[in-house]
């Protein structure tokens, strides 16, 4: 009986605190590069099942494997409470051709990395982690050494060690204190293209057959055209 409740009173630890510990885990991932994509961008359409379509602003190199982003994806998002004109930031990876999230997503306020706020979508969501993603966000993947403690969120000075110059960006006092300068990446810029790689290079293979078979018919239709002469003479040398 006695060992019965010790391992009821573990899995009830367990239970409590495996949550905090995703989210976490989840927040490492989506800093870390560990998906194809972190991008910026407006909800501009809402179709069924949850699909949304997403006019990509931003991509977030740093956080991101691949780098052939185009400007409007659709993906599915586990919500029913988006409207149009929402933003997000999302962690995404592509599979069998569409996009699906992969380490999650947050609201922001714009779609503007420089003047972007991250806001909560539930209650539950942790003050002190959404700081540090809107650093993240801010510095454009540039500033992600953070880690938390009694509910505040540092900065590491020296990557993972704590010291006491770290740079606390939030308490449950205070709030947010996000300085006012800090480093940044470059934005990198998204193709106007809304076609990945193969399907450019199909397209124009595609043009390069149907031209060919237009001026074979052409030669073929007039006999006498100077083309079919060119092509004799490429023919005689």
């Known amino acids: 009986m006695k060992k019965a409740k010790i391992i009821l009173t573990i899995f009830l630890i367990i239970l409590f605190i495996s949550p905090s510990i995703y989210a ?4 490492y991932h989506f800093m870390q590069a560990h998906q194809d994509y972190v991008v910026i961008g407006k909800v501009t359409d809402k179709k069924e099942n949850n699909i949304y ?11 991101s494997i691949r780098t052939d982003m185009i400007k409007k994806i659709e993906v599915e998002i586990p919500r029913d409470d988006i409207e149009e004109g929402d933003c997000f930031a999302l962690s995404l990876s592509l599979r069998g051709g569409g996009y699906r999230i992969e380490n999650g997503y ?6 503007n990395t420089n003047t972007l706020e991250v806001v909560k979508l539930d209650d539950t969501d ?5 700081t540090a993603v809107e650093l993240f966000l801010k510095s454009r993947g540039k500033i992600k050494d953070f880690y938390f403690t009694e509910g505040k969120t540092y900065i590491h000075t020296t990557s993972g060690v704590i010291s006491d110059e770290d740079v606390c960006i939030y308490t449950p ?19 106007g293209w809304n076609f990945d790689v193969k399907t450019i290079l199909l397209i ?8 060919i078979i ?3 018919v052409y030669i073929k239709l007039n006999p006498n055209c100077k083309i079919k002469e060119f092509i004799k003479l490429l023919k005689k040398r």
């Open 24 to 27: 976490e885990d989840e927040l």
């Open 126 to 130: 942790s003050e002190s982690e959404l």
């Open 173 to 191: 006092e205070d709030g947010k204190m996000l300085p006012t300068e800090y480093e940044k990446n470059e934005k990198y810029k998204i193709s």
């Open 53 to 63: 379509e997403i006019r990509v602003s931003e991509l977030i190199k740093e956080a």
């Open 204 to 211: 124009i293979l595609v043009f390069i057959i149907v031209q």
């Open 106 to 111: 947050y609201k922001v306020t714009t779609n």
């Open 214 to 216: 237009v001026l074979f």
